[in-house]
């Protein structure tokens, strides 16, 4: 079965700091996504940063980079220089075929509550 | 680019009835997806439409049922709303259905529904 786990539900950091969100995944595909979203207070979800299975090299977009351990199943977020209006909840996910349809599904974990304090 | 539209962002029903909650995907994008938010179960997959078809199904009741109109325009639908059918629900769109390649979901901001 697929699974993310996310095992910090909250985390503090001072702004301008850095900060690693956990995250890892389980699925007997080879052939898989990851993905982070952020999602503040008004609910919606923040596309955030993305890594392929096949990809060579972790994904960096701006403050946000993606430490990919394919043979631990990690997919940690890194958030460098922290600012206060990072704080939001943060979710893991991974899109793999469902074994039961074929298709694919997205597959969120329980998510981290970060909160930069200044 | 407009983003995902979800509409309304509000609503509140009583038990019994049954709601409609639209979403209107990013221009080009042909996967639309739905979930739901609670805060003890985390966001649960609803279902995925892609060309107007149905491709996945979540393990939800019959109660909940969606479609997808040509213009890839989503709706779904849960009749005989119960208390616990209190949630955010987010729909996302995405350009395919699959999971090969940068495939990225992009989310609306949501409806937030409230049975009573």
């Known amino acids: 079965a697929q699974k993310i786990t996310q095992t910090q539900p909250g985390m503090f950091v001072q702004e301008k700091e850095a900060v690693t969100l956990d995250c890892t995944y389980d699925t007997s595909d080879q052939s898989y996504g990851l993905f982070w979203y952020k999602q503040p207070s008004s609910g919606e979800m923040i596309f955030l940063i993305y890594q392929g299975s096949y990809d060579e090299q972790n994904a960096t977009e701006g403050r946000y980079s993606l430490n990919f351990q394919k043979a631990r199943k990690s997919a940690n977020l890194v958030i460098s220089a922290s600012q206060l209006g990072d704080s939001a909840m943060y979710f893991c996910a991974m899109r793999a075929n469902s074994p039961n349809s074929g298709y694919s599904t997205l597959t969120f974990g329980k998510g981290t509550m970060l909160l930069v304090s200044p | 680019k407009a983003g995902v539209t979800q509409t309304p962002r509000y609503l509140i029903k009583t038990r019994g009835q049954q709601v409609t909650l639209s979403c209107s995907p990013i221009?080009?994008?042909?996967?639309v997806s739905w979930y739901q938010q609670t805060p003890g179960q985390g966001l649960q997959f609803l279902f995925e439409?892609?060309?107007?078809?149905?491709?996945n199904k979540g393990n939800f009741p019959g109660r909940f049922s969606g479609r997808q109109f040509s213009n890839s325009r989503s709706e779904m639908n849960v009749s005989t709303l119960e208390l616990g059918d209190s949630a955010l629900y987010l729909c996302a769109s995405s350009l395919t259905a699959g999971v090969r390649g940068k495939n990225i979901q992009y989310f609306g901001a949501g409806t937030r529904l409230s049975v009573l």
């Open positions: 439409y892609f060309s107007e078809t149905q491709r």
């Open positions: 221009s080009g994008h042909r996967s």
